[in-house]
């Protein structure tokens, strides 16, 4: 594996597929870093039902092996390390990771997102015995008991969707009187009879022996004090940007997410950004690849120049 590429891409989800394939479509030297799973949060999704092309739906797993199966054909090269740092040096770019570094001509930033935690007493003691961010890694180890999913958006409906196959009764607590999930996935949760709702509500903290037993509970109207018997609780109540190691390098908005504009680029020539990881995005697969795409146009465009 060489050193030194054209075109670097941070991040295996679906902006860094798509942009590793528009990049080595392009005959450009490609190379795409990844520090965990390459395809990203969607492959977590049991079922994606709303990208073009696959009427009856596909897995996040298998759409983006598919991805990835098609930019490798192309010649993408992947590199499976974390990356610790971007350092600008003139007309090279240096991407810095556990296992050393590499020279590029232009960067494409496509890292996402990570689940944001509830920081509530318990979460960190029972992370991996009771407390999850992944219904799809972890739903099996409750079938038959009573979980709870915190969020109100799509994600904590499609893992509350997903676990009514496991556990006995899906209790979503979602700190609104309303979901902001789209409307066919709320439909689709209030027509689920395992689920139930506790509206204007919040953790307070999470207890138990030696896994989770139960959550304490607060309504925030009026302030009324509960306490709910679960085996597991799920978060999904938000995402995080990867952008730690950009701190010093790029301007970030007020959520740390990277500031660029409509052709993916940054404040820095060659440096770009795509998907989760980019103010404004949407955070949907289709937007994702859409943006890896344009990122890629434009950085084989900078290079030519």
Known sequence: MS??????????????????????????????????????????????DNYP?????????????????????YGLEAAYTEVTALEIKEEQKVVVTTQGNFITRAVIIAGGSEREKLSVPGEKEFTGKGVSYCATCDAPFFSGKPVAVVGGGNAAIYEALHLTKFASRVTIIHRRDRLRATTIVQERAFAEPKIEFLWN??????????????????????????????????????????????????????????????????????????????????????????????????????IEE
């Open 53 to 73: 092309g696959f009427p009856e739906g596909i897995s996040g797993l298998e759409l983006t092996r598919l991805m990835r199966e098609q930019a490798a054909k």
């Open 3 to 48: 050193r030194e590429y054209d075109v670097v891409i941070i991040g295996g989800g679906p902006a860094g597929l798509t942009a590793g394939l528009y990049s080595a479509r392009d005959r450009l030297s490609s190379l795409l870093i990844e520090k965990g799973v390459i395809g990203g949060k969607i492959t977590e999704a049991e079922l994606v």
């Open 201 to 302: 509500t919040v953790v307070q903290a999470i207890e138990g022996k030696n896994f989770v037993e139960r959550i304490r509970l607060r309504q925030v109207i009026t302030d009324r004090q509960s306490a709910l018997e679960v085996a597991g609780i799920f978060m999904a109540i938000g995402l995080r940007p990867n952008t730690e190691y950009l701190k010093d390098v790029l301007p970030l908005d007020e959520l740390g997410h990277v500031i660029i504009n409509e052709r993916m680029e940054t404040k820095i020539p060659g440096v770009f950004a795509a998907g989760d990881i980019r103010s404004g995005s949407i955070r949907q697969t289709i937007s994702a690849a859409g943006d890896g795409a344009t990122a890629a146009f434009y950085a084989k465009r900078f």
